[in-house]
């Protein structure tokens, strides 16, 4: 019904529809990077192993993506 008063474009801008995508592309990334499986048994252990591995992410993420444009 929204969708039909308002249009797709703004029910998704009201909703934040976007917010799942980087909620799944943070995933993606994660275990492209990290891998798909924790290699700690202990829950305590997977717990560090996963902060570690965010905390990698997120310094991979700061220092930006490389730019590939020619200067003229």
Same mark, same amino acid.
């Given at each position: ?56 992410? %997120? ?7 490389? %730019? ?5």
């Amino acid at each position: 019904m929204e969708i039909q008063e308002n249009g797709r474009m703004e029910w998704q801008r009201q909703n934040n529809y976007g917010q799942q995508n980087y909620s799944e592309l943070g995933m993606q990334r994660y275990k492209r990077i990290i891998g798909k499986s924790m290699h700690s048994g202990d829950f305590l252990r997977q717990e560090q192993e996963a902060m570690i591995g965010c905390g990698v992410i %997120n310094k991979m993420t700061s220092l930006g993506t490389l %730019n590939t444009q020619l200067t003229t």
